[in-house]
C-alpha cells in the first residue's frame, strides 16, 4: 500500500488522529488520592486502620473519580501479607468485613481488607453520598438509560493495591490478592473475568450466592457473559457458594460445570433462599436459612488451599431430579430432588433441613422483596409437631428436646468434620438447639 508522505497528506492524518483522540479516553492506571486514616478497631492486640480517599484514573469508557477504603494494621509489620478485595454491592455496600465473613474472621487472622466504588447504582459507589465523584461513560452512551458503570476500575484498583505508593503505605507488602462478591457483586466479578479478563489478578475468589444469568440481570451484564458458565481460566482458586433459591431464579445449575474443576470448589445448600431473613408475613415466616457458614469456611478452606496446606472439601451439589421430573413442591421441573419432608435432597444440608425440624421454600414465586427482583427470598413452615414421614402414630417426629439437639448435634458435628462449616459455627448451630422449645413440654398437642 502507497503511503501519502506529501505536507497534505500529513497534515490531514494529523488532524484524522486527533479526531480519534478526542473520542477515545486515553487509559492511564488509577492513583489513589487524598488519603486520610482513622483508627478502626484492635483484633487480637493488632490496631487497624482505616484509610479513605478517591481513586483517579481513566479507562477506555472515560475519566473516573470514585471513594475507596482500605482497612490494614497500623504497623504494616502486623498484616500477613494478604488483602481481601470486594466490588461493594449495590444495596448492602462493601459488606463482607460486616456480614458473611466478619471483621473477627478477617482482621484476627490478620488479613487486610479493600473497597471501590464502580457504578452510580446505589452502593456500588462504596459512598453513594460522596462529592466529585465521576465515572464517564464511552463515546456514544450518552443517552444509555443504565447507571454508569466501569468494572475495569475493579481490575485497576487491584491492580494498584500492589504497586500504588498510597495503597502501598497503607498495606505494606502485598503477597496476594483474594476477591469476594455476593450476588449482584459476584456479578461484578463475573463480568470482570468474562468480559474484561483478570488473567493472575487473584488467588482465590469467593462468590457468594452467584447467580448465573438471572433474567432480571442487567442487559450489558447479560452481554458481557457466555450463554453457558464455564470454570474460570487464570484467576486462581475459585469457591463458589450457592443457594437451594440460586437454582430456581436463575441458571445457577450451569455453575455445576465448575464442580469437577481441579481449580474450583462449588457448593449448594438445601433449602437456603437466595436472600435469608426472618420475618413473620400474614402469619407465615420468611426462611431464615442462610449460607453464610459455609462461606466463611470456604474462606478459611480456600486460604489453606492457596498456602498449599490442605485441599479444601470436595464439591457437593444437591441431587439432581430425574429429567423432566415434576418438582412436587413448584409443579414444575426443576432438576431438584427431594425428600420425604421436601426439602432438597442431597448438597450441604443444616441441621435443621436434614432432621427435618422445618419444610425450607426457597424461592416463594412471584414475592418481590426488592421491586423487580422476583423470588429472593423464601418461606419456612414448622414440622416439629409433625409426625415423622411414614410414621404410624401422631406423636411429634422428636421424642422430647434432647433428642432434637442429640440430631441437631450430630448433623453439626458432621458438617464440621467434613470441613463444610466452620468449629465456631457449629457451636452456633448447636447453641441455638439447646435454646429452642422443640420437644419440650407442651410444646405439641397431639390430637386424641
Known sequence: MQRNYSIPGRIARFFSIAAVLAVAPQVHAGTLVESVSEPYGTFRGVDYVRHTGR????????????????????????????????????????????????????????????????????????????????????????????PARDVRILKQFAEALVSDPTAMAA???????????????????????????????????????????????????????????????????????????????????????AASHPNHRLYEVAGAPHLASDVVVDGVRTNPLDVAPVVRAAFVNGHRWVL????????????????????????????????????????????DVAVGRAFHLASAPG??????????????????????????????RFANHGDFVRQVSRRAFRLARQGYILHSDKRAIVGMAAQSDVGKPGTCIVAP
Open 171 to 257: 498495606l505494606g507488602q502485598v503477597e496476594r490478592r483474594y476477591a469476594y462478591g455476593v450476588s449482584q457483586s459476584a456479578e461484578a466479578l463475573y463480568e470482570l473475568f468474562f468480559g474484561v479478563g483478570a488473567p493472575g489478578l487473584f488467588d482465590l475468589t469467593i462468590l457468594h450466592v452467584p447467580l448465573w444469568r438471572p433474567a432480571f440481570a442487567r442487559p450489558d451484564v447479560l452481554a458481557a457473559l457466555p450463554e453457558t458458565f464455564m470454570p474460570l481460566a487464570d484467576v486462581g482458586k475459585v469457591m463458589l457458594i450457592s443457594a437451594e433459591g440460586d437454582l430456581l431464579i436463575s441458571q445457577s445449575l450451569q455453575l455445576r460445570n
Open 55 to 146: 481513586f483517579v484514573g481513566a479507562t477506555t469508557n472515560g475519566e473516573f473519580r470514585v471513594p475507596f477504603e482500605i482497612i490494614a494494621p497500623a504497623d504494616t509489620d502486623d498484616a500477613n501479607g494478604i488483602v481481601v478485595f470486594e466490588p461493594p454491592h449495590f444495596i448492602f455496600g462493601a459488606s463482607a468485613k460486616d456480614g458473611a465473613l466478619g471483621s473477627e474472621l478477617l482482621f484476627e487472622r490478620r488479613f487486610s481488607y479493600a473497597s471501590v466504588g464502580f457504578s452510580y447504582e446505589g452502593f456500588n459507589l462504596l459512598d453513594p453520598f460522596a462529592p466529585d465523584v465521576v465515572i464517564s461513560k464511552a463515546p456514544g452512551e450518552i443517552s444509555q438509560p443504565l
Open 308 to 351: 498449599g496446606n490442605q485441599q479444601p472439601p470436595a464439591s457437593a451439589t444437591l441431587t439432581a431430579a430425574a429429567p423432566g421430573e415434576i418438582d412436587p413442591v413448584y409443579w414444575a421441573p426443576t432438576g431438584i430432588a427431594r425428600d420425604a419432608n421436601l426439602n432438597a435432597a442431597g448438597g450441604i444440608q443444616f441441621p
Open 367 to 396: 414475592v418481590e422483596v426488592i421491586p423487580g427482583l422476583p423470588g429472593l427470598i423464601g418461606l419456612w413452615f414448622d414440622l416439629a409437631c409433625a409426625p415423622a414421614p411414614g410414621a404410624t402414630s401422631l406423636e411429634p
